[in-house]
């Protein structure tokens, strides 16, 4: 094995266990032997990507593909920082590119079903990582999909299992699962993400990250804030909004109700916007300090 192998493969191994500033300082010794080698850009890239660089992985990826048009490992690091930012017509421009090239590829089948997911296409994403696992049933993205599609539509106690022992084989099954929970939980699914949010947890139960995510989702899907729901959902857009209605409300009501009601609608609103203000804070505490 070359020396600008060995540098590869050690890069390799550091980001798959989690060590991208190690990894950093042997990219800069790699780049030294060849600073032309695609798979060695392609590298920097991974690494800058999992240090939340994305513009400079994403110069990476350009940069390798102009030393090799058509490089796999290239197009996969650009794939993933167009998904990370979610520019998802440039993504998916990116893996169809690669699905014409070798339409039973199972990576970019697999790519396509994580961004059709992102997007919310569900039955096309579920279409995708079956033919991902025809071609390749071991193959690890298509198989936590299937897992978080599965604990999508409901099938909890059996997909919830399956997705946990891939969480805790598979670095980057944890990763494509915690964007999975985002995406629900952006999308109102929170009792799905937050079942996702737990298996993530039996992995890494000391990421206060990960566990700040997972109270979240849990707060969002407790009953005691079914009232909330449109202010969790809208945020101040609908603080503003149902500030407008109570306010003008009020004024367009006056004349044609008694003073009692319309005294009982503010008492309401303005018990309303206290518990927003005190409920969740507290559902938080409690949250943290009893489990979830």
Do not use: N
């Not at 794939?79 to 690669?98: N, W």
Request: hydrophobic share 50%.
């Amino acid at each position: 094995m070359s020396e600008l192998h060995g540098l590869q493969h050690q890069i390799g191994r550091l980001l798959e266990v989690g060590r991208p500033r190690d990894a950093r300082a042997l990219v800069g010794k790699a780049l030294a032997l060849d600073p032309a080698d695609p798979d060695t850009l392609c590298l920097a890239g991974r690494v800058e990507l999992a240090q939340e660089q994305r513009g400079e992985a994403e110069r990476r990826a350009h940069e390798a593909l102009a030393r090799a048009p058509g490089h796999d490992g290239a197009r996969s690091l650009l794939f993933d920082v167009l998904l990370a930012d979610k520019r998802h017509a440039d993504a998916e421009e990116v893996v169809l590119e690669r699905l014409r090239d070798d339409p039973a590829d199972p990576d970019a089948l697999a790519d396509y079903a994580q961004l059709l997911v992102q997007v919310f296409q569900l039955d096309k994403a579920r279409a995708l990582v079956a033919e991902a696992l025809r071609r390749a049933p071991d193959h690890p993205s298509a198989q936590v999909l299937d897992a978080v599609l599965h604990v999508i539509r409901g099938d909890d106690l059996a997909a919830a299992d399956r997705l946990a022992r891939l969480v805790a084989a598979d670095p980057e099954a944890a990763h494509v699962a915690w964007t999975a929970m985002l995406v629900l939980g952006e999308r109102g699914h929170h009792r799905q993400a937050l079942e996702i949010g737990r298996q993530l947890l039996r992995r890494s139960p000391d990421d206060r990250e990960l566990v700040d995510a997972v109270i979240e989702q849990r707060l969002a899907s407790h009953w005691s804030m079914i009232p909330l729901w449109p202010l969790l959902r809208g945020g101040w857009v609908a603080s503003a909004i149902l500030w407008a209605v109570a306010v003008f409300g009020l004024i367009l009501l006056r004349p044609f109700v008694s003073e009692l009601a319309l005294l009982g609608f503010a008492v309401l609103y303005l018990a309303l916007m206290l518990y927003s203000y005190v409920g969740p804070p507290l559902l938080r505490r409690w949250l943290r300090w009893r489990g979830f």
